[in-house]
């Protein structure tokens, strides 16, 4: 693999303030505890920490170079000196967007735009040098790492661009300048900071903004929001507007899906021509990611079939719908873990997947679910809205935590409560101690609600992984 970035090129993008101690870099980290041989640090300040704190230890850990904005006692070896280190990892993201000859997309949406993300990823690195952000790298950091970390050999480039409040996308969209966006969908999570749906709509649409000429904007044709969405993509200049869904309308249709409990068989119709593959993640909506990324593939001028084929071997990663077997006493217990985020819409998706999973002999269906978070108002409607899909799960002990599971927890019948606790600390022994041989486990929560806590409790109780 050729040098990622080069001490000229990288004085060139960040203007120092002196001359800089050539080198040559094969990374861009902010992190010093993921600090690699030849990585560029950048020392961030950030809410709790300045990482102008460690940079000398990056610096020892073997960092090529450390980009600062002023003196750092200690520190032994290239220090890039800067008035604004933030800024100027934003200019080093720029300068590898713009060396870049890679087709670029940009993925967001309210749910599944990590999935999305990682299903392009794995499908178009089979065809080509691929770049991806990393987990959910998608905020005003994650961004112009993931450009910067842009390897000039790319064919195709990959960024996840997030948001919770007004005004963030459009920013980082401007950075990654796209040749083609999705948008997933548009569903109240992150309402409490929006206002409305609509609202959400708008900010998602700002995706779309500084695409590159020619761009191609591929949008859910089967949300209420697609005519808002398409209007503005052809506000910000997209050149063509592709739908994906069910809906006979859309350019990327599923013609049909067979959904088991370990994946799914999909017949599509990509642009007039009918695909049928193997999608290796179980849920519909996982069937509707792949239709999406399909769609960007044929947007990439990417090879279509061959990226249908790849979906074969794409799974759900821990926290976003893993699915561990698990030894426990003689037998197993199968747990599907999506304890990374939630909100109104992935939990009712998230729980048709449970009620399609079933128990080995002697087990049951539980559950264990922690607070939607950013909800605003509408917090515990949304919470007690839930109670028919998780009486169509099939779930015959549901455990809660979080002040709004609190309205959940009283539509429930009795024989359907394990118990509520303030939080996930406090659930996770009573999750434990409630399995038995056989059960199946599901448990999600939004990030505050700190799920994994629960995930980790079972996998302590358990024997370790059983295999399939």
């Not at 961004?143 to 842009?150: D, M, Q």
């Not at 048709?352 to 978070?373: F, I, S």
């Not at 996930?424 to 056989?438: F, P």
């Amino acid at each position: 693999m050729s040098t990622l970035w080069t001490s000229d090129e990288v004085a060139a993008a960040l203007s120092p303030v002196a001359t800089v101690t050539p080198f040559e870099a094969q990374g861009v980290t902010f992190d010093s505890r993921a600090v690699g041989k030849g990585d560029i640090f950048f020392a961030l300040a950030g809410e709790t920490s300045d990482g102008h704190g460690f940079v000398a230890d990056a610096l020892t850990r073997g960092a090529a170079a450390a980009v600062v904005s002023r003196d750092v006692e200690g520190a032994r070896g290239t220090l890039i000196r800067v008035p604004d280190t933030m800024k100027a990892l934003v200019d080093l993201g720029r300068a590898g967007r713009r060396r870049s000859k890679a087709r670029i997309a940009s993925v967001t949406g309210s749910v599944g735009k990590t999935s999305t993300k990682d299903a392009l990823r794995a499908v178009l690195s089979a065809q080509a040098p691929t770049s991806a952000s990393v987990a959910s790298y998608n905020n005003h950091v994650g961004v112009p790492i993931s450009l910067a970390r842009l390897p000039r050999e790319a064919r195709y480039g990959i960024f996840e661009i997030g948001m919770n409040h007004p005004g963030e996308i459009e920013p980082l969209a401007r950075q990654v300048e796209a040749h083609v966006g999705v948008i997933t969908n548009v569903e109240p999570a992150h309402i409490g900071y929006m206002g409305s749906e609509e609202a959400i709509a708008d900010e998602k649409a700002c995706l779309f903004a500084g695409m590159a000429e020619g761009a191609v904007a591929v949008l859910n044709r089967d949300n209420r929001h697609y005519g808002r969405l398409a209007d503005h993509a052809r506000r910000f200049g997209a050149s063509r507007i592709v739908g994906f869904g069910r809906s006979e309308a859309a350019e990327a249709r599923i013609l049909s899906c067979k959904l088991q409990d370990s994946g799914s068989d999909v017949v599509a119709l990509i642009h007039g021509r009918r695909i049928e593959y193997r999608l290796g993640a179980a849920g519909e909506h996982w069937v509707l990611n792949s239709v999406a990324a399909l769609a960007v593939v044929e947007a990439l001028n990417a090879d279509v079939v061959e990226a249908a084929a790849a979906l074969a071997n794409i799974k759900a990663s821990p926290g976003r719908g893993a699915r561990r077997m698990l030894k426990f006493g003689a037998g197993t217990i199968e747990l599907l873990d999506e304890s990374y985020n939630a909100n109104p819409a992935s939990v009712p998706a998230m729980l048709a997947v449970l009620a399609r999973t079933e128990p080995k002999a002697g087990g049951r269906r539980l559950l264990a679910l922690g607070d939607m978070r950013e909800l605003g108002e509408g917090a515990d409607a949304f919470h007690a809205g839930l109670a028919e899909a998780v009486a169509a799960s099939g779930a015959t002990q549901i455990f809660l935590c979080g002040p709004h599971m609190q309205a959940l927890w009283q539509r429930l019948t009795p024989a359907q409560r394990g118990v509520h606790r303030p939080d996930s600390a406090s659930l996770a022994g009573d999750v434990a101690t409630a399995l038995r041989a056989g059960d199946v486990i599901a448990v999600k929560g939004s990030l505050g609600s700190k799920m994994k806590i629960v995930v980790d409790a079972i996998v302590a109780a358990s024997g370790g992984e059983a295999g399939h």
